[in-house]
């Protein structure tokens, strides 16, 4: 099955700035997700998203960050004032079918916070 | 929440050798994957294994539900598949996949 876009594939910002990272899903689907892995960790769950709303958020997710699918279409996660430790690579993921237990993941943002 | 051990978590091998990486978790899962992460840092799926036995080419895997484990086998290691490979598990009382610690493989000439 297609997995899902994210653009941009790399992106450097200060420490303070707001940044985007954009998911975009070939086909209809249900479930989006964003996971971010530390460099050298694993990968940990954000967030997901299920008919336009969060449905379940980890810690991790705090008032920093945000998500929504602006124009039905692209999936976007926005933190708001970046930190050092917010440098990290983030995927965006989607469900199959819409099962949530099998989910296919992009290519991944990588993030650096200087 | 699920807790999610991979052993060995480092492993060199020469090419051709075969490995087992394993995946143990402490609680019943509804689905588990395994994935390879290339070098470029991309999650490339490998198998969804809720259990019973899975194979694609030299790779097969084995999910041993009621034993809350699961096996991948790599036959004829290639130096391509060097990177790190990771179990992620979905229990279905979460809608998130909760990854395992990682086996970080090199394969060398």
């Known amino acids: 099955e297609p997995e899902v876009t994210q653009t941009p594939s790399h992106q450097v910002t200060q420490m303070g700035q707001e940044v985007i990272l954009r998911c975009v899903p070939i086909?209809?689907?249900?479930?989006f997700y964003w996971y971010r892995q530390i460099l050298g960790q694993k990968v940990e769950f954000l967030v997901s998203f299920y008919n336009n709303e969060i449905s379940e958020k980890s810690e991790i997710f705090d008032d920093q960050f945000s998500v929504e699918r602006p124009d039905g279409s692209n999936f976007t996660l926005k933190i708001r004032s970046t930190k050092l430790e917010d440098s990290a690579m983030y995927f965006c993921?989607?469900?199959?079918?819409?099962?949530?237990?099998?989910?296919?993941f992009g290519p991944g943002t990588r993030l650096l916070v200087l | 929440g699920i807790q999610v051990e991979q052993s060995p978590p480092d492993l060199i091998l020469q090419e051709g050798a075969n490995s087992t990486l394993r995946c143990n978790f402490s609680?019943?899962?509804?689905?588990l994957q395994w994935f390879h992460q290339n070098p470029w840092g991309q999650l490339i799926n490998l198998f969804y294994i809720p259990s019973g036995t899975k194979q694609n080419g030299r790779l097969s895997a084995t999910t041993v539900a009621t034993e809350r484990y699961s096996l991948l086998y790599i036959s004829s290691s290639q130096t391509t598949d060097s990177g790190v490979y990771f179990c992620?598990?979905?229990?279905?009382?979460?809608?998130?996949?909760?990854f395992g610690t990682g086996t970080r493989l090199q394969v060398t000439l």
């Open positions: 993921a989607r469900d199959s079918g819409g099962k949530q237990e099998t989910q296919y």
């Open positions: 992620a598990v979905f229990t279905g009382t979460a809608s998130k996949l909760t």
């Open positions: 609680d019943s899962v509804n689905n």
């Open positions: 086909s209809n689907h249900l479930y």
